[in-house]
């Protein structure tokens, strides 16, 4: 089953694209290519004859349907129409199940990420995301400082904002991965999938230590900062 605007394989009774993130249960479109070509007529009813293969409008139509099978021999996979189910399932390995479910139904909700936070963006290999929420995350532990519980309730906001929407962040972060390996071969792109790994602790424990370090850098500049304003008072 592929889809009719992007060209993507998608599991049998996918309601979106998890590439484009189209509905895909639409009424048929005509597509371009022979069966397109106008209907002949070849006079009344009474004088109706075969076209013969002399006929110029049906050698063009044999020539474009020839040029169209021996461009799908010369390239099996062109860039436009990789079967990217496969190309998710090579990078999420023992995950994908679960992922291309998500993903086709457009379901974001993740309860790893719900009870990780931005630790979870870490470990997926969504760096800049991760990085983002800490710095969010950060601002409500500064709130909460100054004004008790308005803080906690912000960080509990963002973390159920995360959970809800992180299937997402991660389907965006996977596809990005897949065109920035169109300019290659799809037998390449399923090997370089295959042989990266779709998670990464280094990263999960990288993101604790720089949500340590912003927290330690952010109360020291506090402390100084109401130091100062003690001294000139």
């Not at 679960?98 to 993903?103: D, P, S």
């Not at 800049?128 to 532990?141: H, I, K, M, Q, S």
């Not at 008790?148 to 596809?175: C, Q």
């Not at 037998?187 to 042989?195: D, P, S, V």
Request: one cysteine or more.
């Amino acid at each position: 089953m592929f889809c009719r605007f992007c060209g993507c394989e998608v599991p049998e009774k996918s309601v979106f694209c998890f590439s484009c993130g189209k509905k895909i249960d639409l009424p048929d479109y005509p597509e371009e290519g022979v069966a397109n070509e106008p209907i002949q007529s070849y006079g009344t009813p009474d004088t109706e004859k075969e076209p013969s293969l002399s006929d110029h409008s049906t050698d063009d139509a044999l020539a474009r349907a020839r040029s169209s099978i021996n461009d799908q021999t010369k390239e099996e996979h062109p860039p436009g129409l990789w079967p990217v189910t496969s190309l998710f399932s090579a990078y999420l390995k023992q995950n994908k199940d679960y992922y291309l479910r998500k993903f086709s139904n457009l379901d974001g909700s993740n309860s790893s990420a719900f009870w990780l936070g931005g630790f979870w963006l870490f470990y997926r290999k969504m760096v800049v995301e991760g990085f983002l929420y800490l710095l969010l995350l950060l601002g409500a532990y500064i709130v909460n400082m100054f004004i008790p519980y308005v803080g906690l309730i912000v960080g509990l906001i963002l973390r159920i904002v995360l959970g809800l929407t992180a299937n997402k962040f991660y389907r965006r972060h996977v596809v990005q991965k897949i065109y920035r390996l169109r300019g290659g071969s799809y037998e390449a792109a399923i090997i370089n999938f295959r042989a990266q790994k779709d998670t990464s602790l280094l990263l999960f424990f990288a993101g604790l230590v720089v949500w340590f370090l912003m927290v330690f850098v952010a109360v020291f500049l506090i402390d100084l900062l109401i130091a100062m304003i003690g001294v000139y008072a």
